[in-house]
């Protein structure tokens, strides 16, 4: 598998124009040496490590009235850095197979500059992301019947997490890391790094620090709704891109409508989370205890709330500079097509006027017996 460009020959093995063009295949090859060793029976515990997710536990479960059932969960651990490791790996090669077979294909019809063939390979990478992600959450959701705004706090803490639940967030942690090797492999210029590690960053560090802390409901709502208003952007640009502008106006301005409801709900779900609903439980229950994954406690809920709140307030002020920063770009565009509009309406009244002295003069010019007739 190859990434973008054109090869006129082939690099020194190992060079690093070699693992680039090849970086795919060394990323697959890496990764299957772990399936692979899920077939012997002495590798077979080491591979699992990293594909297969542990720390399961049994929690009785009651399926109906008075009757219950040992149902299997996951819980967080050590264990789970060797499986972010390889699905890291996975990322990758999902990245690239993206790349090649879809995005490259529709940019070879498109023949964009650089700076928006760069902007249309990011859009559509994070799309795919988000959509999967979104119907992920949703199917999360609908399947352990989260759709009460209680659910948020109720049974906290959420440390035992279904296999789906748990490899949500395996996921969404390996996903966010791929992004760093990826500045290497797709040769990012390095005044271009700060805001896709900025981003990155602060995506791994709101999701792992809600992993930690079971605070994991949350953080699904917040992430579904977040990347929604993402999802709805990035369709946008890369519609712009395809010379789809009258769809892309539109999708914009809703666009703009779904980031500030994202961004008012975020902070009214955390709201009546951490200040609200967690705050209500008894106060024997209010203590630290990682055995059970119970961080619910004043301070901590304070600094939950408080770091949401002032991530929304950033990307709202962000979405707002941005807002203005645009609509002074279109001030003297809009002036200058005016002032066009008004120079071309002079000029065709001194047209007018010229067409009508020309013909004054003419009928001077005539006889005056000549000039009654054309009067009459």
């Known amino acids: 598998m190859v990434v973008k460009g054109k090869k006129t020959k082939n690099p020194p093995v190992l060079s690093h124009e070699f693992v680039i063009q090849n970086h795919a295949d060394i990323v697959a090859c890496?990764?299957?040496?772990?399936?692979?060793?899920?077939?012997f029976q002495i590798s077979s515990p080491a591979a699992s490590v990293f594909i297969a997710l542990h720390?399961?536990?049994?929690?009785?479960?009651?399926?109906?009235?008075?009757?219950?059932?040992?149902v299997l969960a996951y819980t967080q651990g050590p264990k789970d850095i060797p499986a972010i490791f390889f699905y890291l790996l996975i990322s990758v090669v999902m990245h690239a197979i993206i790349q090649e077979y879809l995005l490259d294909k529709v940019n070879k019809k498109l023949?964009?500059?650089k700076i928006k063939h760069a902007k249309f390979n990011e859009s559509g990478q994070l799309l795919a992301f988000y959509i999967t992600s979104i119907v992920w959450a949703g199917d999360i959701v609908l399947r352990e019947n989260l759709l009460s705004v209680a659910s948020l706090w109720e049974g906290y803490p959420h440390a035992s997490m279904s296999f789906l639940f748990k490899f949500f967030?395996?996921?969404?942690?390996?996903?966010w890391l791929h992004i760093f090797p990826e500045l290497y492999f797709q040769k990012v210029k390095r005044d271009d790094w700060a805001p896709k590690i900025?981003?990155?960053?602060?995506?791994?560090?709101?999701?792992?620090?809600?992993?930690?802390?079971?605070?994991t409901r949350v953080a699904l709502f917040l992430l579904l709704v977040h990347y929604i208003s993402e999802a709805v952007f990035h369709t946008c640009r890369i519609l712009a891109y395809l010379d789809k502008t009258a769809i892309a106006s539109k999708l914009f301005k809703l666009g703009d409508a779904l980031f500030v409801v994202a961004r008012l709900s975020s902070v009214t779900m955390s709201v009546l989370t951490f200040w609200f609903g967690l705050a209500s439980v008894p106060a024997e229950l209010q203590v630290l205890d990682t055995a059970t994954g119970n961080f619910n406690t004043p301070l901590v809920r304070l600094a939950a709330l408080l770091a949401v709140c002032l991530l929304q307030a950033w990307l709202m002020y962000g979405w707002i500079m941005f807002q203005v920063k645009r609509a002074r770009e279109a001030g003297p565009a809009s002036a200058e097509k005016s002032s066009a509009?008004?120079?071309?309406?002079r000029k065709t009244e001194q047209e007018r006027a010229k067409a009508r002295k020309a013909r004054k003069e003419e009928e001077d010019a005539l006889p005056e017996a000549d000039q009654?007739?054309?009067a009459n």
Do not use: W
Request: proline share 3%; glycine share 4%; net charge positive.
């Open 30 to 39: 890496v990764a299957m040496v772990f399936v692979v060793g899920l077939m």
């Open 372 to 374: 009654k007739i054309k």
């Open 169 to 175: 967030f395996i996921i969404q942690l390996s996903y």
């Open 55 to 70: 720390h399961n536990v049994t929690v009785p479960t009651e399926i109906q009235p008075g009757v219950f059932q040992d």
């Open 111 to 113: 023949h964009l500059s």
């Open 341 to 345: 509009e008004k120079s071309r309406a």
């Open 198 to 215: 900025q981003y990155a960053c602060l995506y791994l560090a709101f999701i792992l620090a809600a992993y930690v802390t079971s605070f």
